[in-house]
Each structure stands twice: as structure tokens, then as C-alpha cells.
């Protein structure tokens, strides 16, 4: 498990108070830089403290059968440059509790696939993604909290193929920018309110009420 923690407790992902620790003094789970290429296979990071990962560049990485815990953000990407990053999640399950699992700043040709995650916690958000990058999600799980599954800014785009909600989840939010596109395919999910806002096309989804707001 990582990482190595020089004090020990843990109370939901969050920094212990009796500890005196902050979320900057825990730290991150893992830092990748540069534009290389990187696996992780089935390991866990323990109750990082500003996010679970940070990614800085545009690497293929690939994170198969991995978790984590943290009071901040999952991943913190910053691959705002010339080159192409390939970030492909699989059967990857993660409790954070920042401002969202995933925060992008991304680059054109950019692409963050997710496939059967587990994406759970207190974040409001579980994916923004800013720039002009390309978020790809097949069958991923959603916790009650998150009351927006998708935020895109600037020209960045999105398809989401199929998801599952908590069962505690009364409603859910896509929303992109003038700029931006989403589309939705197949949206599996016991929900019942879902609110698009913004340039996104939906297709063959089973709620029974959709709101959208332009």
C-alpha cells in the first residue's frame, strides 16, 4: 500500500485530527512525470492527502485492478502540451473526497478511457475535464454524492457508454460548455431525473424523465 505513512490512523480517507496532520502534510499517493510509458497492477493507495495521483506530461499509463482512499482529488492531470497522453483505467475502484475522481487540464488529441471503474466518496463531481481532451466511460459506478458524473470545459468531448448509479442517488448532471460536446449512449442506471446542460445528445437512455436546460 501506498504510501508509507510516518504516523498511523484513518477515518474516512480523511486526515486523522488527533494526528495533527493536514491533507498538504499527507501528501500525494504517486507522481508521474514525463511522457513515458507506465503500468500499475493491483496496488492500493492509502488515504493520500491532495490526490490519489498526479500526472504532469503525457504518458501511456495504464492502471489495471488498482484502488485508493484519499481526502483529495483521485487523479490531478496536467497534460496542457504538444504531445498526446493515453490514460486507460480498468476495473479500478477509488474513495476520494476532493472536488472530483478525475480533474483534467488537457492538450488536443488527449484521451482518458475508463472501463468497469468503481468511482465512490463525498467529491461532488466525478469527472471535469477541461481543454480539448477526450473522456471515453464504459459501465463505470458512480456514488450517491456525486451530483455531477460529467463537467466539460472548453473544447473537450466525452461519450458515455452505459453507468450505474448508488442506490441512494436521486439525480445526475452532464454539463458541457458552448465549446464542448458530450454524447450518451445507453445510460443503465435506476434513476429516473437525469439534467443535461449545455451540447449533449443522448440516445437510447432508460430514465423515464429527463430535464434539459440549454
Not at 2 to 19: H, M, Q, R, T, V
Not at 26 to 34: A, V
Not at 60 to 87: P, Q, R, V, W, Y
Request: proline share 3%.
Amino acid at each position: 500500500m501506498l504510501p508509507e505513512w510516518i504516523k498511523s490512523g484513518f477515518g474516512d480517507g480523511a486526515p486523522d485530527p488527533d494526528e495533527g496532520l493536514t491533507t498538504e502534510e499527507i501528501g500525494t499517493g504517486l507522481i508521474i512525470h514525463g511522457n513515458g510509458k507506465f503500468r500499475f497492477l493491483s496496488h492500493f493507495v492509502n488515504r493520500s492527502g491532495d490526490a490519489l495521483y498526479k500526472i504532469h506530461g503525457s504518458p501511456t499509463a495504464h492502471f489495471l485492478m488498482c484502488g485508493g482512499e484519499g481526502e483529495g482529488t483521485g487523479f490531478f492531470i496536467n497534460s496542457d502540451d504538444s504531445k498526446k497522453m493515453k490514460l486507460v483505467m480498468v476495473s479500478n475502484s477509488y474513495h476520494t473526497h476532493g472536488e472530483a475522481y478525475t480533474v483534467s487540464k488537457t492538450s488536443q488529441g488527449d484521451v482518458i478511457h475508463l472501463i468497469n471503474c468503481k468511482n465512490y466518496g463525498s467529491a461532488p463531481v466525478s469527472h471535469i475535464l477541461r481543454g480539448r481532451g477526450h473522456l471515453v466511460m464504459q459501465q463505470e459506478y458512480r456514488g450517491a454524492t456525486h451530483k455531477t458524473t460529467l463537467q466539460l470545459e472548453d473544447k473537450s468531448t466525452a461519450v458515455v457508454e452505459g453507468g450505474f448509479f448508488d442506490s441512494n442517488t436521486s439525480s445526475s448532471r452532464i454539463q458541457a460548455s458552448n465549446s464542448s460536446r458530450a454524447f450518451i449512449a445507453g445510460a443503465m442506471t435506476k434513476l429516473s431525473n437525469w439534467t443535461f446542460e449545455g451540447n449533449v445528445k443522448a440516445e437510447a437512455v432508460c430514465p423515464n424523465k429527463i430535464k434539459r436546460d440549454l
